[in-house]
């Protein structure tokens, strides 16, 4: 059985725009820092949704590929170890970085975590889309 992909897609390239609409108006000679703002909590956001989506496709690529006993009681760290070792992802580190930003998005709204987590957002992006295309590439 084949994983459905369309979710896991259209997070990434809702993230995407959002990055865009960003850059876009930070090059605009006149900045709206209110509207800034605001776009800025919907990357933030998109990150958090983005990353939930991106852990859960590979705990189901297990669960698939594997078996549910396997990923049963996984921690999140153990689950990433794992996806490195069959190549879903490529920086562990990394991964588990995006997991702590995300779980700082749950707890506390601080401008300077929320300014960490906005300028990671487009590294992310990249390591989901690259997760995205391993996902493709080994659906079968």
Do not use: P
């Not at 709206?32 to 590979?58: H, M, P, R, S």
């Not at 930003?101 to 487009?122: M, W």
């Amino acid at each position: 059985m084949k994983l459905d992909l369309y979710s896991i897609k259209k997070a990434a390239n809702s993230m995407e725009r959002s990055l865009q609409v960003v850059s876009s108006e930070l090059k605009a000679e006149e900045i709206d820092e209110d509207l800034l703002e605001v776009v800025k909590a919907g990357v933030i956001q998109n990150f958090a949704f983005t990353y939930e989506l991106c852990w859960k496709y590979i705990r189901r690529w297990f669960d698939l590929n594997i078996s549910r006993d396997f990923t049963s009681g996984l921690t999140r760290k153990q689950l990433f170890r794992h996806a490195i070792e069959n190549k879903l992802i490529s920086d562990f580190e990394q991964w588990v970085r995006y997991h702590e930003l995300r779980n700082l998005t749950s707890h506390t709204y601080d401008q300077a975590i929320a300014e960490e987590i906005f300028s990671t957002a487009g590294q992310f992006l990249c390591d989901a889309q690259k997760l995205i295309a391993a996902l493709e590439e080994r659906n079968d």
